[in-house]
């Protein structure tokens, strides 16, 4: 039977929720390592076929955690994600994980803090540190962001298996054409407001960066300084923020089955990390961001001091698709049309800081 499943990491542990496709009653499942911060829960789906979250504890540290029974059992890896001993350098936190099944092999990829990839051959149980990445020749200009230096965003050209680009905070958008081995800055047109030169090579602060659902040349991302569309592989970047109330925020989705259309929901400034003017909007554009419509239908329009962090917004497979926000008060909102319609799925949970979805048998 086939289940849509919404992975949700917390403050305060993981959770699950499933419902049949028609979306209109849910079951959680939960809370899974509670007490942790789970700050990621991705599926990956194929032969592997798992559960994957990155967590935190405040004793042992972080580490990531797979779970081939949809959270039933959760297995530990056996060399974690960890730099190898003289590095001199050690991980504050896992920030995401990304499956890459395009080869049809169990690899994994793991986003860090400071400002490090790693990656898993064999389903997460052994991790080894994408130098290359960590030893960019551009590292002494990076900069840690308020949340820390690190690898949050991770796409993969499904055409071409030796590309795959990162996002980094406050580093910038980088890609590799020949499986790692080598990492170009791709950051041409977007601005640093907050550094002396406004267009540098690097050290502009992305916050979420997405592939187009069908057309891997066009990306989208949503910086500290605005929301960004490039067309031809992140080679340039135009400026797609005309029409929001702010050029701040953390999140991005695309629609999985129309790629040019794109959902945002912006902050009001980086010095006050709240809706803007108390109003929880989420914008949604049908063109590649060339306009903007506000979606509120079922979403409070008053007094909605509220924040989405950079995860924390998905959408699903289906026909039409849901999406999913979750907030830092910890409601998680849902639209089963695409953002027209929306309501609160579950409240009071810990506050959220990842939502992703995947279409599950269970």
Same mark, same amino acid.
């Given at each position: 039977?086939?289940?849509?499943?919404? #992975?949700?990491?917390?403050?305060?542990?993981?959770?699950?929720?499933?419902?049949?496709?028609?979306?209109?009653?849910?079951?959680?499942?939960?809370?899974?390592?509670?007490?942790?911060?789970?700050?990621?829960?991705?599926?990956?789906?194929?032969?592997?076929?798992?559960?994957?979250?990155?967590?935190?504890?405040?004793?042992?540290?972080?580490?990531?955690?797979?779970?081939?029974?949809?959270?039933?059992?959760?297995?530990?890896?056996?060399?974690?994600?960890?730099?190898?001993?003289?590095?001199?350098?050690?991980?504050?936190?896992?920030?995401?994980?990304?499956?890459?099944?395009?080869?049809?092999?169990?690899?994994?990829?793991?986003?860090?803090?400071?400002?490090? #990839?790693?990656?898993?051959?064999?389903?997460?149980?052994?991790? &080894?540190? +994408?130098?290359?990445?960590?030893?960019?020749?551009?590292?002494?200009?990076?900069?840690?962001?308020?949340?820390?230096?690190?690898?949050?965003?991770?796409?993969?050209?499904?055409?071409?298996?030796?590309?795959?680009?990162?996002?980094?905070?406050?580093?910038?958008?980088?890609?590799?054409?020949?499986?790692?081995?080598?990492?170009?800055?791709?950051?041409?047109?977007?601005?640093?407001?907050?550094?002396?030169?406004?267009?540098?090579?690097?050290?502009?602060?992305?916050?979420?960066?997405?592939?187009?659902?069908?057309?891997?040349?066009? #990306?989208?991302?949503?910086?500290?300084?605005?929301?960004?569309?490039?067309?031809?592989?992140?080679?340039?970047?135009?400026?797609?923020?005309?029409?929001?109330?702010?050029?701040?925020?953390?999140?991005?989705?695309?629609?999985?089955?129309?790629?040019?259309?794109?959902?945002?929901?912006?902050?009001?400034? &980086?010095?006050?990390?709240?809706?803007?003017?108390?109003?929880?909007?989420?914008?949604?554009?049908?063109?590649?961001?060339?306009?903007?419509?506000?979606?509120?239908?079922?979403?409070?329009?008053?007094?909605?001091?509220?924040?989405? #962090?950079?995860?924390?917004?998905?959408?699903?497979?289906?026909?039409?698709?849901?999406?999913?926000?979750?907030?830092?008060?910890?409601?998680?909102?849902?639209?089963?049309?695409?953002?027209?319609?929306?309501?609160?799925?579950?409240?009071?949970?810990?506050?959220?800081?990842? +939502?992703?979805?995947?279409? +599950?048998?269970?």
């Amino acid at each position: 039977m086939k289940k849509v499943m919404i #992975l949700i990491g917390t403050r305060k542990g993981g959770f699950l929720a499933f419902s049949d496709p028609d979306r209109k009653k849910w079951d959680l499942k939960g809370p899974f390592f509670k007490g942790t911060q789970v700050h990621h829960m991705t599926y990956v789906g194929g032969d592997f076929g798992a559960v994957c979250a990155t967590v935190k504890n405040d004793w042992w540290g972080p580490d990531v955690r797979i779970s081939k029974d949809l959270g039933e059992t959760w297995l530990e890896p056996k060399n974690g994600v960890r730099f190898a001993e003289g590095r001199e350098l050690s991980v504050a936190q896992v920030w995401m994980m990304k499956g890459d099944q395009r080869t049809g092999k169990p690899i994994l990829y793991a986003g860090a803090d400071p400002g490090a #990839l790693f990656k898993s051959g064999d389903g997460g149980m052994n991790w &080894d540190e +994408v130098r290359s990445l960590t030893e960019h020749p551009t590292r002494d200009k990076w900069q840690p962001g308020a949340g820390g230096m690190m690898v949050h965003s991770i796409c993969l050209d499904p055409e071409n298996h030796h590309r795959m680009f990162v996002g980094i905070s406050a580093a910038g958008a980088f890609r590799t054409d020949d499986g790692g081995k080598t990492w170009t800055p791709k950051n041409k047109g977007v601005r640093a407001d907050f550094m002396p030169d406004k267009f540098p090579e690097v050290g502009q602060c992305v916050h979420h960066m997405e592939m187009h659902s069908s057309n891997p040349s066009v #990306l989208y991302q949503q910086n500290h300084c605005g929301v960004y569309r490039s067309e031809n592989a992140g080679d340039e970047w135009v400026d797609i923020s005309e029409g929001l109330p702010s050029r701040f925020g953390f999140p991005l989705a695309v629609h999985p089955h129309d790629g040019d259309t794109i959902f945002v929901c912006p902050a009001e400034s &980086d010095q006050n990390r709240m809706l803007p003017d108390g109003l929880l909007r989420i914008f949604r554009s049908r063109d590649r961001g060339n306009s903007w419509q506000a979606l509120t239908d079922g979403l409070p329009q008053t007094q909605a001091y509220q924040l989405v #962090l950079r995860a924390a917004m998905d959408t699903d497979t289906l026909d039409p698709a849901g999406v999913y926000v979750g907030m830092q008060g910890g409601q998680l909102l849902a639209s089963r049309d695409e953002g027209d319609h929306w309501e609160v799925l579950f409240n009071w949970l810990p506050p959220v800081s990842s +939502v992703q979805t995947a279409v +599950v048998e269970v």
